[in-house]
């Protein structure tokens, strides 16, 4: 769609495309005015500020869903200040993306922490919304997103298709009739639970897409 745009991240490459990603410290480059090598070897020197910044910072501390390791009747009182603390750094790095120095930016993080000790998010979608059609398999699913954006439309829900049923947990052919969210159908995720976890913080290509779409042409 026209533009240089990179992917950073302390993980390796697993696009495929690694002219296009840096394998460091994204901080020290938030706010542009940068040099930096991506994973094919090659210098790269951004003058000015980024014209945008769509992040996806780690959830692990601040997602919903591990509230209860915060409590004094799961973890003892030493793993739960522990955790607290880890909490904290992951608010701090959170931060760093909404105060960097750019006019456009988006955080996508699922519902939690930053929500109410921060800020509502000014959009939450579902993968759903941007599927192609009720057969797609890599986006027909219910998970909420949050995005903190500024200077950028919330995105458009063009398709408008119905909501997904849910999941049950199953054993084989019988299911005792809880419904499930996304993660934790994945839980046979291979890779234990850093695989779980990589494959949690994947984003559906639909949503991606339709950033590129939406957001692509605002600088143009």
């Not at 992951?90 to 519902?111: G, H, Q, R, T």
């Not at 890599?138 to 954006?149: A, D, G, H, S, V």
């Amino acid at each position: 769609m026209g533009h240089e745009a990179y992917s950073c991240d302390i993980e390796e490459c697993s696009g495929g495309h690694p002219e296009w990603h840096i394998q460091e410290n994204v901080l020290p480059l938030l706010n542009g005015n940068c040099e930096f090598q991506t994973v094919d070897g090659v210098s790269h020197e951004i003058h000015g500020k980024w014209d945008m910044l769509i992040a996806f910072p780690p959830c692990t501390y601040l997602t919903s869903a591990g509230t209860r390791h915060y409590s004094l009747r799961i973890n003892p009182t030493e793993k739960v200040e522990a955790r607290i603390k880890e909490r904290e750094k992951a608010v701090e790095f959170f931060l760093s993306f909404a105060n960097a120095d750019c006019d456009k930016i988006a955080i996508e993080n699922p519902v939690g922490y930053m929500n109410t000790n921060w800020r509502k998010p000014n959009q939450i979608i579902h993968p759903y919304y941007f599927a192609d059609s009720t057969d797609d398999k890599q986006n027909y699913f219910q998970k909420r997103t949050c995005l903190w954006i500024k200077g950028l439309p919330i995105l458009e829900n063009k398709k408008n298709l119905p909501k997904p049923e849910p999941m049950y947990i199953c054993q084989g052919e019988k299911c005792n009739g809880k419904a499930i969210g996304w993660c934790e159908g994945i839980k046979n995720t291979t890779g234990g639970q850093k695989g779980r976890a990589k494959a949690r913080s994947k984003t559906f290509p639909g949503i991606a897409r339709a950033m590129a779409e939406q957001w692509a042409g605002l600088n143009t």
